[in-house]
């Protein structure tokens, strides 16, 4: 099965299950003057329609088309300004530029990881930020998994050309899931791979020659 597969399946079948908890977006974006954002990776829309409450007009892409459904039909159940779209995060074609563009946990693996970022950096409007979360290497030993198929702060960071980075981070959380989220019965710490980033404005010095 591959992963556009995987995930539209997981949406159907269970919908909370296949989504993973906002752990910084909200609190990184209290201080933000709301405006537009674009959610990369946007599964059901969980985070985008918490910024859409908060007076964003969100924009969200998925390639697993149940959960775009399950996000659209929420937006107009609640009457938020949001809007979701199924499609690849590493060759969408963009309607626009934001002034957020964030991804948490949802970033394509290997190569199309660079693909992916490259897409949300050309999506971020002049002074705009980019926030990523994702799964540290670290919980490689934790999950059994191979390193190669997980992240870290420095590698993400490095991909991202012409931005500003503020914070590049790995940040321990020690309760990270619920005891039905675990994997294997493992405890519940995490490591996230936390970025932070902005597009220097048009008019500063970084943009001009």
Known sequence: MDGQQFWNDAYLEDPDGASVEDFYLLEETAKLETGTALDVGCGSGIKALRLAQRGWSVTGVDWAEAAVRLAN??????????????GDTTKWVLPGQYDLVYSTFALPEGSRTVKALKMMVNALKPGGTLIINEWDKKMAAIWGFDEDELTSPELLAAELGELEIE???????????SADALRGGQNSEAYI??????????????TTT
Not at 75 to 85: C, K, P, Q, T
Not at 193 to 206: D, G, I, L, M, Q
């Open 193 to 206: 791979v936390f970025v932070r980033a902005r597009k220097p404005a048009a008019n500063s010095p970084e």
């Open 73 to 86: 039909d929420a937006a107009e159940d609640r009457g938020l300004d949001a809007r979701f779209f199924a």
């Open 167 to 177: 914070t590049a981070e790995t940040r321990h959380v020690t309760n990270a899931f």
